[in-house]
């Protein structure tokens, strides 16, 4: 019998519910029932026990959070597992070791491996069975530690079966709302399904009603509550498009910092606070990468070794595409994952800060299931000109809503399809001054990635062209030089 090949393990995958392209869905325990997935690694003799876990939860960062605390890990010399969700171009990108994807046949060969135990457990789904052949991944490979990000919610998402060393929320906001509640409150307690009695709760920081309910959860559960903005402090240092630097402090260590802010020469002070450098761009990461630093403090406490020095050898070396990433200079191009209000707002706000008064061009799509309103309202004050696309995505939003949707609230919009063609009609408008922004969707922002390459390959042949066209021929005579 012919072993199963990559794209035959992604076509066994998909072949079972994939709620993630369902435009609705039912989030309840009969579609969401954490049994199956714990039969199933029972089954397979629980590879999630054999090692520690980060598990990381949140609405907005929590991908960032968790990229940024596995780098750390990395650079302390662990063994790190990093599952996270969705991918970007390649769907083994959900699955890492030391920061690099599943290989294709390792992957290939897992799927096969679990097949016949998945055939003994019914209405299993295709992230539940993903969940698993990354917990053995990384339990066959002798994995030292694993962070692992939640799909969707906590609560009910099949990642909540771990035993976690920590346990992280990150910002909370209004994302899948028919899902996962309509208040703050109700997102909250969701989120906070992940905490489990007695291990420690590190949270960003968060609104009023929110934090209510997760102190509350904490309490109910004696799990020790760390805040950021309370317990650990932080403060940005310097920003380029190159990237930014923060210090982080204590709340212990206040006086200290005082101390040391109001000395005239602090530069001979014995102790200052720890700097750290990350390439990633907005003032949303300078909390993100604070909230990783005190999940790390945290598991230091309880039997995971992990310096300073480590941990700003990760942050500074952390990869972690279309987060605000810029792909090329004149013109800028950036690709962002942007998709709620709330990531919008500061989507927004990094556009000021790092382009202020420059001209914006948008590719945007969205899903049908986002406050696309709320993302447009946020974002098409700083926008000059859209296009509208959608990736090949069963939950994209049909281009012709979008289209008068922006054209209402008073700025240009044209539908181009496919994402590709979209972005190298935006670079054709574009001067070398403008900014090239896809936003609204991570699938329409992977598009840009993938297509990148190729699409300004023609659009630079396509500029060069012109300058040479624009060249005065420069002519002479005899009389010239007489």
């Not at 905490?195 to 960003?204: H, N, R, W």
Request: net charge negative; charged share 25%; aromatic share 8%.
């Amino acid at each position: 019998m012919s072993r199963m090949t990559y794209d035959d393990a992604l076509d066994y995958l998909y072949s079972f519910v994939d709620y993630s392209l369902q435009r609705t869905y039912r989030y309840s325990p009969q579609t969401f029932d954490l049994s199956r997935m714990r039969v199933l690694l029972e089954l397979l003799g629980n590879p999630q026990e054999a090692y520690p876990v980060i598990h990381v939860a949140g609405t907005k960062g929590k991908g960032s959070v968790s990229a940024l605390t596995a780098s750390a890990l990395r650079a302390a010399g662990y063994q790190t597992g990093f599952y996270t969700s969705p991918h970007l171009v390649d769907f083994s990108e959900r699955i890492q070791l030391n920061g690099h994807a599943i290989p294709h046949d390792r992957l290939s060969e897992l799927t096969e491996q679990i097949r016949p135990i998945v055939a003994k457990v019914p209405g299993l789904t295709t992230f539940e069975i993903t969940t698993a052949v990354a917990f053995m991944f990384f339990a066959s490979e002798k994995a030292e530690v694993a962070v692992i990000e939640v799909g969707l919610g906590g609560r009910l998402d099949a990642t909540n079966v771990v035993q976690p060393l920590v346990s992280v929320i990150t910002s909370l906001s209004y994302d899948h709302t028919h899902l996962l509640g309509h208040t703050l409150a109700e997102i909250a307690r969701e989120k906070a399904g992940i905490v489990k009695p007695g291990v420690p709760l590190v949270s960003a920081p968060q609104e009023s009603e929110a934090l209510r309910v997760l102190k509350a959860i904490a309490e109910e559960r004696q799990s020790p509550f760390v805040l950021v903005g309370r317990d650990w402090l932080f403060a940005p240092l310097r920003h380029s498009l190159d990237g930014q630097s923060l210090t982080i402090w204590s709340a212990a260590s206040q006086e200290r910092v005082n101390e040391y802010l109001e000395r005239n020469q602090p530069q001979q002070w014995e102790w200052v606070p720890p700097r750290f450098d990350i390439p990633l761009l907005g003032y949303h990461q300078v909390i993100n990468a604070t909230v990783a630093y005190a999940a790390l403090q945290v598991a230091n406490g309880r039997g995971l070794s992990v310096s300073e020095e480590a941990i700003r050898e990760g942050f500074r070396s952390v990869d972690w595409p279309a987060r605000f990433q810029i792909l090329h200079r004149a013109p800028f191009v950036v690709a962002d994952s942007a998709h709620n209000r709330d990531s919008a707002r500061r989507l927004r706000t990094a556009l000021d800060d790092y382009f202020p008064a420059r001209r914006v061009i948008l590719i945007f799509g969205a899903s049908a299931d986002k406050d696309i309103n709320g993302i447009l309202d946020e974002l098409i004050p700083r926008v000059s000109l859209v296009f509208v696309t959608h990736a090949e995505h069963p939950r994209a939003s049909e281009t012709d809503d979008l289209v008068e949707r922006i054209r209402a609230r008073g700025c240009h919009a044209e539908a181009v399809v496919p994402v590709g063609q979209a972005l190298a009609r935006a670079l054709e408008n574009a001067s070398d001054e403008d900014v090239v922004l896809s936003a609204g969707s991570m699938f329409v922002s992977a598009d840009v990635l993938r297509d990148w390459p190729q699409v300004w390959e023609r659009e630079a042949q396509r500029r060069a062209a012109r300058r040479e066209e624009r060249r005065v021929p420069l002519t002479t005579s005899d009389d010239d030089w007489a």
